[in-house]
């Protein structure tokens, strides 16, 4: 047996198969038949069955009376034992057509008598029969009766019959049944023929619609309702059905349509790959986006194909690409920016967004690529405005603030970085009073500005920087465009200029003051001349050693020695030398505002200004004052020199006169101060700076108020007591600096804490 | 003795001047003018003049050069009150000095006795 399947299945199966291909139509007609068989033959059969049973019986009863009738005859015979008389009383069953054989027997056994019709003459032995009765063997209805006389049993008696007359009447009826179930069938086979056509008609037109429906794909049929039976619901629910697929259909197709143009028109190079960088699908603008002439020739490249070698961070861009890839199925979908290739070799900068799908169980991913050249560029330039904006304003020497109307800062440049020491990060979204508490009270200007939209200005606003006085202009200029509300203020510090400005107002002063003096010079020189010179000869004539004094001392009837005595006891000497001495303070002053007309006849040469300070520090460390109580040598020096100091073109005595007089000063406030912890001391600094060299004098003194540090370089103004100082020494030092040596000088000074006098000098005076 | 002619029109330094000068064993003469001093140095003789600058009429220079033509024997000290005076070409051709400079005031005259006495003596010249 082969090994086929169906082979194994059982006989129903198969049946139920080939029926299963039939038609409805064959089907019904076949059940129809099969039932109307059924029905037929069970009732023909039925009738058959009664007929067969009930003949039965009749016959077993007219055998039973047969043999009730025979046996009272025989009686007789047996008990006399007439054995002629027993079988011809047997042949009168030959009268009974259906009997065939009659036995008669005794009591123990033997015959006594026996009849056999003589178309069944063979030799049939007699049955033994025990049980009293008729009984079926066979083809025959067999009959034992017993022959009772007076309760004993004088004979048995064996009738044998057979069934012709069953068999007759079967066949009587059997054939006309047969033919009527025939014809019934044939009726009921045209009927079933033509009425099955109500239900598989209906059924049969569905069927044909959905093959229609199936075959052409045309939702739109609608089958017509024939009847309101199951077939009528079926229809119904058909038609339903049909509708909403059509619905279905026509959704799907719009939404397919919409997703196809999508796909079609987007502006977005769309692509499908394998995971193994196959190109399965590409819309349009990913065919334009390479550069190819068709999808074809886009198909036939790989996602690596469309890459350069290597993506601008130096990553070659396989390995690259596959993190990328990673990253996208791992998280389903990665947007990155990426460098791509067209197909003639053509870089350009892309934004990629990798999806990872399912279809068809395969992980398939779904690239959106756009082209971000032209925005790359744009970036690039508006980075590029940006940085040049942001230097243009990092370049300014102004503080730059942008604040909003909160007052919290929008911009903060360089500048503003060095002044404060906060980043522009950290001054970022804070309000000025954290990160520039100068500045807070600006905050109403700012509002002002904005309200009036003119800029406002603040000038010359002093504030203090690490002890020292600084100056500053603040604007505020209105931010109004663009509906950015807030504005930008501009802080400029011009302690430099004011501190020029205050030079050239002392330089101003000190001009003038020269030309006064010159001026006035020879009006006061000479009645000096005449007191000084008066005094010396008074003073010659009242002592010895004039012989012309003693002369006249004779003529005069004294000596000179009396004269000369007098002149002591009375301390004329003394009041002389005062006059003289104020008469050459007086001559010095005249000579100093003298100093202050600009010369030309100094010699200048070079000297190394270190040097030359050296010279001046030893100088005056043997000045030892007692009248102005201090002592040059109890100062400590701390000489902070830089190598390589290039000389200058100068006037060294006028210098020399300079730092002696600082120097002397310096002396002179220390000696003033009380010391606790340290010691009073000079920092002296000689280095390069702006080209030119500078030299510091630095004290820790006392140091001295603003006002006094503004006029220090005044003539005449001094703070030192009536007749300690002339109130020039700094005037001419800072004279001789500025307009001798074009050089400058400035004095930077902290309350309790010391003064540092700073000169610059140029290298050479006339270059300046 | 060296004769000395002072020639300033300041009566006060003029009459100090003599004063010192004669303590200092000069002859000395003093007038207050230019014209004076012409007429006086014509007239008498004198080793030194000491001549102020600013003078009524004739200045302290051209004094100077007119009594160096009219009498040629004889020298000059300036004694001046003006700051930053030098001298001009003419004077230093006529054989003055920066030392024959005197500025007022002096602290101490005897630097001016000092003064005539090396050039009366022609110590100070080459």
Redesign the interface.
Known sequence: MKNNPQDGKPWETQAIRLVGKWSIKRKLVLIIMLVSSAVMILTGGAFIAYQWFSERQRMEKDLAGLADIYAESCKAPLIWNYQKEAELLLSNLHDYEPIVRAYLYRPDGSLFAKYQREDYLDDFPPPVFQEEGSHFVGRWLVMRKQIILDKETIGVLYLQSNLNELYDLIKQNAVPLAVLILLALVAAYILSAKLQEVISGPLYYLAKMAGKVSQNEDYSVRAVKQSDDEIGQLTDAFNKMLTQVEKRDIALRESEEKYRSLYDTSRDAIMISSTTGKIISANPSTIELFGCENEGELISQTTADLCPEFQPDGLPSQKKYEEMLKLALKKGAHFFEWKHKKINGEGFDAEVLLNSMHLQDEKIIHASIRNITDRKRNEEELRRLRNLLSNIINSMPSVLVGVDMEGRVTHWNREAEKITGVKANEAQGHTLADVFPQLTGEMEKVAQAIRECVPLKDEKIANEVNGEVHYSDITVYPLTSNGIEGAVIRVDDITERVRIEEMMIQSEKMLSVGGL??GM??????????????V??IR??IKKG?P?NDEVADICGTTIDVIEKYVIERGIFPMIDSVMES??RA?KI??NM?SF?R?SDSNFSPHNLAALLDKTVELVSNDYDLKKKYDFRKIEILRKYEKNVPEVICEASKLQQVFLNLLKNGAQAMSEKKYTEEKPHFILRVLLEEQMVRIDIEDNGPGMDEMTRKRIFEPFFTTKGVGLGTGLGLSVSYFIITENHNGRMTVDSIMGKGTNFIIHLPMDRSTQ | MIKVLVVDD?V??C???V??L??SNFEVASVSSGEEALVLAIKEYFDVAIVDL?LPEISGDALILKAHQLVPGLRFIIH?????YRLSDELKQIGLLPAHVF???????NELVEGIKKLVTGEEEE
Do not use: W
Not at chain 2, 80 to 84: M, Y
């Open positions: 003096a010159a010079a020879h009006e006061i020189n000479n009645p000096l001349a005449g007191i000084l010179q008066n010396q000869v010659n004539r004039l012309k008469g050459r001559s005249v000579d003298l007309s010369k | 300041d006060s330094v009459k100090s001047l004063g010192f004669e303590d600013r001046t009150g003006s700051v930053g500025m007022k005031p002096m602290d101490d005259l």
